[in-house]
């Protein structure tokens, strides 16, 4: 098979539209017999009428219509041997001759009967064509909103690379550019140090970007933490005092999770730090996240000031600004004995 031939195939015969296919022929197939069923039934009791206003009238001649009966009731008496019983002694009675009166009201009666029958059964498939087209459409908008879903994580992925990179320039490529520099000045001291940092850093970077989001929100912080304290040989604790983590929307943790990353990434490389903490806790309508550090602190002037007067841009203040925006939230940095990142965002778990 060729693969445009597969390709079609594999468009044509999506489940969602077997199903629709399915229920259209079943939508179809019901009101057809449906109608036929009533209007042969109509037919069929304008004929017995026929033969009660010919008894009445004296008139019992009815040859003509004894194999017309047999052949038109076939279908209903095919299935119901009662009914099958019923019609043959009227044809007994036509063949002689014999008032058929009472006969044909009995009949009629247990006819309608069945008719009823069929139609609700006609009438269940045409609801279940009616369920089915509804499983249907529900595939489609899945299908529909997992698609989008797919292209926001595309996006978030190559948002994340391009973050990524802009970390490798800020970080890994400076320790590399003044490796470089003290290699040519013969300073061993100095070019091992780099070299060092730059390891770290590349093995910290494959660490965090290798996480397992399936797991729960407080083990990937603490595997966070760990990697941070393994690399670096700072001293990190975590203190969770949060019920609303739980309930939080999968993309509102992968942003903490990011932040949480950016931010451990930004203290490994300019705090010259040697303690962490990282707490969640509550509030009374929001949720607060604090990362605080030991180190040297920083203002948010001086990093913009630096950018403005280096080619060496520094991005990681406002990727942490981005992304809590993002949230909804506001994001305070205090420098004061270390800095202290404060995040609140407001109805988190709504």
Do not use: W
């Amino acid at each position: 098979m060729s693969k445009s031939a597969a390709f079609i195939l594999k468009h044509v015969f999506k489940i969602e539209l077997l199903i629709i296919y399915v229920a259209i022929i079943n939508f179809g197939f019901s009101i057809y017999f449906k109608t036929y069923s009533n209007k042969k039934i109509s037919e069929l009791d304008s004929q017995m009428l026929k033969i009660q206003l010919e008894e009445n009238s004296g008139n019992f001649n009815h040859d003509d219509l004894i194999e017309k009966l047999t052949y038109d009731y076939a279908p209903f008496t095919y299935f119901d041997q009662e009914l099958k019983t019923e019609l043959s002694e009227i044809i007994e009675l036509l063949e002689t001759n014999q008032s058929t009166i009472e006969p044909i009201i009995t009949f009629q009666n247990n006819m309608h009967q069945t008719q009823n029958r069929l139609n609700l059964g006609y009438d269940t498939l045409l609801y279940c064509s009616l369920i089915l087209i509804m499983i249907a459409v529900f595939l489609i908008v899945e299908k529909s909103f997992k698609n989008r879903i797919d292209l926001h994580r595309l996006k978030v992925m190559s948002e994340e690379q391009s973050k990524i990179s802009r970390n490798l320039h800020d970080g890994v490529a400076q320790d590399l550019a003044a490796l470089k520099l003290y290699l040519e000045k013969e300073d061993i001291s100095k070019s091992k140090f780099y070299a060092q940092q730059a390891f770290n850093e590349v093995r910290y970077m494959i660490g965090t970007t290798h996480l397992n989001l399936n797991e729960s929100f407080e083990e990937i912080v603490k595997k966070l933490a760990a990697t941070l304290e393994a690399n670096y040989n700072i001293s990190t604790k975590v203190y969770i005092g949060s019920t609303k983590i739980q309930h939080l929307s999968e993309n509102v943790q992968i942003e903490l999770i990011r932040i949480l990353q950016e931010a451990l990434s930004n203290i490994s490389r300019h705090a010259n730090a040697s303690n962490v903490e990282i707490r969640f806790v509550d509030g009374i309508d929001d949720f607060r996240f604090i990362i605080k550090d030991d180190g040297k602190g920083f203002s948010e002037e001086e990093v913009e000031l630096k950018n403005k007067q280096s080619a060496k841009k520094h991005y990681g203040v406002s990727n942490i600004k981005e992304r809590v925006e993002l949230l909804g939230g506001t994001v305070n940095f205090i420098s004061e004995g270390g800095t202290t990142i404060a995040i609140t965002i407001k109805d988190s778990v709504r």
